[in-house]
């Protein structure tokens, strides 16, 4: 089983209900986000993305709110389905010059029937 | 829909040997990366690769890794000499010119024995 490595944060819900995950990034020169998906097996999957001149960005179920302030930032998923059960990754970059992402922890959300 | 495609989906070597991982990154893009996946930890970034040059390099991408654009569509990452430490997945990523939303493939996952 997958028992090797960093225990992942976890978050249950009820299919239907509201999730919030959170993420602390660590450095105050990124000036863009991004919230990725992960399910078993399978590569990162873009979900969405906001840049350091915003504090809020909507997409379909999903919202990102960023405060820089405290160098914090959510992912709101309303209405969630099972589909929605995956490991949720945060993600910092710079828009100008290195192009890499750093990858927060992950927290491993379930949707409960 | 455009994607990254990865093979193989799955390779296993022995300690000391060489491997080749190969990705096919989004035919327009033009920024290249490979991150690396420890079982149940975070996505670490390795490399970015773009007009044909390394323009980034993390601490884990020593002189046993290289990569290489052989052709207008591959992009490989090279371990010279594997060692058990190098079992992970890998994850390939492309972005295009005027974003910095990287696509992740689904990865390869390595075993070193």
């Known amino acids: 089983g997958e028992s090797v490595g960093l225990h992942l944060p976890t978050l249950s819900v009820q299919e239907g209900d509201n999730s919030i995950i959170n993420c602390a990034y660590s450095n105050s020169a990124s000036d863009y986000f991004i919230w990725y998906k992960q399910e078993s097996g399978k590569g990162p999957q873009f979900i969405i993305d906001?840049?350091?001149?915003?504090d809020k960005r909507q997409g379909q179920r999903v919202t990102v709110l960023l405060n820089k302030t405290v160098k914090h930032l959510s992912l709101q998923i309303a209405a969630t389905q099972p589909g929605d059960s995956a490991v949720y990754f945060c993600a910092e970059n710079s828009i100008q010059g290195a192009q890499k992402l750093v990858f927060g922890q992950g927290t491993r959300l379930t949707i409960n029937p | 829909e455009p994607e990254v495609t990865q093979t193989p989906s799955h390779q296993v070597t022995q300690m000391g040997q060489e491997v080749i991982l190969r990705c096919v990154p989004i035919?327009?893009?033009?920024?290249f990366y490979w991150y690396r996946q420890i079982l149940g930890q975070k996505v670490e970034f390795l490399v970015s690769f773009y007009n044909n040059e390394i323009s980034e390099k993390s601490e884990i991408f020593d002189d046993q890794f290289s990569v290489e654009r052989p052709d207008g569509s591959n992009f490989t990452l090279k371990i010279r000499s594997t060692k058990l430490e190098d079992s992970a997945m890998y994850f390939c990523?492309?972005?295009?010119?005027?974003?910095?939303?990287?696509?992740f493939g689904p990865g390869t996952r390595l075993t070193v024995l």
């Open positions: 990523a492309s972005s295009g010119p005027a974003a910095n939303e990287q696509f």
């Open positions: 035919s327009n893009h033009l920024y």
């Open positions: 906001i840049r350091s001149n915003m």
